[in-house]
């Protein structure tokens, strides 16, 4: 197996995922127009009830985010190596639980969907209500809210302590998700997205235009002396 292309390709899955997950998050959050306050509840069901399609357009495109953040995320993981390397791993595996946690979320919208089309509105905000004391639906809310935000967390201060990025890059990170953490929707989580989003697209582009031996982990006589030392994403 060639392992030179493998690791071309994996670069450009994880390039990818940092330019486009977020800006795919936003989009998405912004067409299912969250309410304020609780992830879920009656105020969610008026909202897919009064605009079926458009919910369904933009928890599609909130999947399609989720799921190209998995390879950033680990993309992200491989660039700590040295002093960062235990927080960026501690952080990585919560921040992949934590999008697992959002996929579960994101599953309901389409349940919620359904209903939009299929019962009547009073109907779908009294399921919708009841979710919060399903046992089920707090798993689910346990691993966004301890592994998805901490996560990053984590990951944007290791990645600052390997000096693998530049600091604002690793800053935009930390920042992005504290605010979509400590916010309440709305303006907040535009902020958060669109911080996150300048960070890890600029960290993108420099990745899909770097070599792909460092994510293939390529170890040849030839570059072994340059994947012995820290890899970086420089300005």
């Given at each position: 197996m060639n392992l030179r292309?493998?690791?071309?390709?994996?670069?450009?899955?994880?390039?990818?995922?940092?330019?486009?997950?977020?800006?795919?998050?936003?989009?998405?959050?912004?067409?299912?127009a969250r309410s304020e306050g609780d992830a879920i509840g009656g105020e969610i069901a008026r909202i897919a009830a009064g605009s079926p399609q458009q919910w369904l357009a933009g928890s599609l495109l909130f999947l399609l985010g989720l799921v190209l953040l998995l390879p950033a995320v680990l993309g992200l993981v491989q660039l700590a190596r040295t002093r960062g390397v235990l927080l960026a791993n501690l952080g990585g595996t919560l921040a992949v639980l934590g999008v697992v946690g959002f996929v579960g979320l994101n599953a309901l919208n389409y349940v919620l969907y359904q209903f939009a089309v299929t019962l009547e509105q009073e109907q779908m905000i009294e399921f919708a209500g009841g979710m919060n004391g399903n046992p089920g639906f707090a798993v689910i809310m346990s691993l966004v809210m301890f592994g998805f935000y901490p996560g990053l967390a984590l990951l944007a201060v290791g990645l600052w302590?390997?000096?693998?990025?530049?600091?604002?890059?690793?800053?935009?990170?930390?920042?992005?998700?504290?605010?979509?953490?400590?916010?309440?929707?709305g303006i907040f989580n535009v902020v958060g997205f669109g911080v996150m989003a300048f960070g890890l697209g600029w960290t993108g582009i420099r990745v899909l235009g770097s070599s792909g031996n460092?994510?293939?982990?390529?170890?040849?006589?030839?570059?072994?002396?340059?994947?012995?030392?820290?890899r970086t994403v420089s300005a």
């Open positions: 292309l493998v690791g071309a390709y994996w670069r450009i899955v994880v390039g990818v995922g940092l330019v486009a997950a977020v800006p795919l998050l936003l989009i998405g959050d912004r067409l299912i302590r390997e000096s693998s990025v530049p600091v604002w890059v690793a800053a935009c990170l930390l920042l992005g998700v504290s605010v979509l953490f400590l916010g309440s929707g460092t994510w293939a982990g390529v170890d040849s006589a030839s570059n072994r002396a340059e994947q012995d030392g820290p």
